[in-house]
T-cell receptor
Framework: AQTVTQSQPEMSVQEAETVTLSCTYDTSESDYYLFWYKQPPSRQMILVIRQEAYKQQNATENRFSVNFQKAAKSFSLKISDSQLGDAAMYFC???????????????FGKGTKLSVKP | EPEVTQTPSHQVTQMGQEVILRCVPI?????FYWYRQILGQKVEFLVSFYNNEISEKSEIFDDQFSVERPDGSNFTLKIRSTKLEDSAMYFC?????????????FGPGTRLTVL
């Protein structure tokens, strides 16, 4: 079974600085998708960025980028020029690309709570 | 922008009581999910639903749980006889199409407290 591990329960960053959130996963599959979701306080989870495992190029969305190391099964999220609105829980998630009849449920890590200091 | 909504935001119930958690997915979405998060633990998959039937369920989703899409807009999760360990945040999600790459859109969650 696949597992996702986020080893940093909490992180803190100064406004305008850069922070990296770690995520590792375990799978025997070769084709899958990885996601970072953000959950602001009392709000729904929203997708920040996603990565297809068969793509070597790291995904980038504005100030958010990932460092995807497939051999190491690592998928870290880098937030550049941190803003106060980036403060949230961040969840790393895995989805198999091989449904086998399922509808592709997400497997989540425990999350990292990011604080942004003004 | 379309959103997934969930009601109630907080439900308190006595052990052994039935609860129904409600979700309104995004209108053109075809795939629906329930997840839960016990405080301090991982978000866990419960069940997925497509074409008016369960397509996958986890070990957590035992006979005490059921899902329904009664009217083409709502998507409900029923817990027949709640236990203390059912206390958690329950998230509904929907997805437009079944491709792995597609985004699941989440609701804000219902906090269930079982006393």
């Amino acid at each position: 079974a696949q597992t996702v591990t986020q080893s940093q329960p909490e992180m803190s960053v100064q406004e305008a600085e850069t922070v990296t959130l770690s995520c590792t996963y375990d799978t025997s599959e070769s084709d899958y998708y990885l996601f970072w979701y953000k959950q602001p306080p009392s709000r729904q989870m929203i997708l920040v960025i996603r990565q297809e495992a068969y793509k070597q190029q790291n995904a980038t969305e504005n100030r958010f980028s990932v460092n995807f190391q497939k051999a190491a099964k690592s998928f870290s999220l880098k937030i550049s020029d941190s803003q106060l609105g980036d403060a949230a829980m961040y969840f790393c998630a895995y989805r198999s690309a091989n449904y086998g009849g399922s509808q592709g449920n997400l497997i989540f890590g425990k999350g990292t709570k990011l604080s942004v200091k003004p | 922008e379309p959103e997934v909504t969930q009601t109630p935001s907080h439900q308190v119930t006595q052990m052994g009581q039935e609860v129904i958690l409600r979700c309104v997915p995004i209108s053109n979405h075809l795939y629906f999910y329930w997840y839960r998060q016990i405080l301090g633990q991982k978000v866990e998959f419960l069940v997925s639903f497509y074409n008016n039937e369960i397509s996958e369920k986890s070990e957590i989703f035992d006979d005490q749980f059921s899902v329904e899409r009664p009217d083409g807009s709502n998507f409900t999760l029923k817990i027949r006889s709640t236990k203390l360990e059912d206390s958690a945040m329950y998230f509904c999600a929907s997805m437009e199409r079944g491709a792995s790459y597609n985004e699941q859109f989440f609701g804000p969650g219902t906090r269930l407290t079982v006393l």
